[in-house]
């Protein structure tokens, strides 16, 4: 982009070590960021480098905030009726079964606490939680994305100024009442990138952690065939032996170099969590993955700060 443009590109370091965006994680840091502080596992370098942007720079984007515009690929993979709000949050909040996975006791209330969060925010009083529609369940992932994606916003509004044109309240509200069908292959967003800026079209794209290209006849994204296996078969053989010895001993040199990591940072993962005081507090048992590919690296990590900061919550 900073090419076609003829812009200063620059890249910003946020690599640190796990234990320290842990440590970070304390009542000083809640009260100056907010209880969201959380967000990326709470690294630090990545809240910091709003204080230190150049003066020049006076307005911030993510390039998020888009996704009630966007085609919500799993639900062909999940969703059938009957379907319930209970199989909703296990889908979107509890990737790949994680709070079974780590936890030996009390899973299920977890789950449960998530529904209600859920039911509360951002369900409505025409759906039936025992039977969500097609349109319910899209409606559902909107607000759900929408709710965290505004989280790097207000961090940056604090050194900058910043805003998602993408995601003001008019866009949202007319992309949530919009038709699924209408959404597939991204094609409102696609026809708004089209009119602001249709050179950015030009960029290659890079979406769902795949790559993808666009049809120009029909305005829609299209995802390889390699692209719609892996997102397809990834949650069926995840812990399975077959999915360890592929990603483990064939892929980790390849596609995932970073999976070499994985292992220490669950052991950073596991040894927080067993002596986290909310977990203590509540008598939660903690199982410990037999596997780095049992559970998603980024969601333990995530999950586990999301609990340390209940911990300064809690000695408030």
Known sequence: MAEMFGKEFKLFDVSEELEDSFDGIDKKYCDKYGEWVNIFANNIKWKEMFENLDKDIDFINFGAMSQPLREEVGLDVH???????EQFVQNECLHLNIAEKLFRSDAGKI??????????NFATSEMDLKDLTYEDYDHLVAELFYAPEGWAYLVANMFCYSFPPLGMKTIHD??????????????????????????????????????????????????????????????KLSGTWLFEKVAVGMLANI???????????????????????????????VNEPKSITEIDVTAYASTVAFILMLDCIGES
């Open 79 to 85: 969703y059938k009726r009957p379907y319930s709000i």
């Open 111 to 120: 789950a449960e606490l998530l529904c209600d969060a859920v039911k509360r």
């Open 174 to 235: 007319m992309a949530v009442s919009m038709k699924p069908e209408y959404k597939k292959g991204s094609r409102p967003h696609i026809e708004l990138i089209h009119r602001f800026c249709d050179d950015l079209l030009g960029v290659p794209f890079f979406t769902r952690h795949a790559y993808a290209k666009l049809d120009r006849k029909t305005g829609k994204i299209q995802f390889s065939l390699f692209s719609r296996a892996r997102r397809a078969l990834i949650p």
């Open 255 to 285: 596609i995932w170099p970073q999976m070499k990591e994985d292992k220490r940072i669950f052991e950073v993962c596991h040894n927080r969590l067993v002596h986290s005081k909310t977990v203590q507090k509540n008598h939660i048992e």
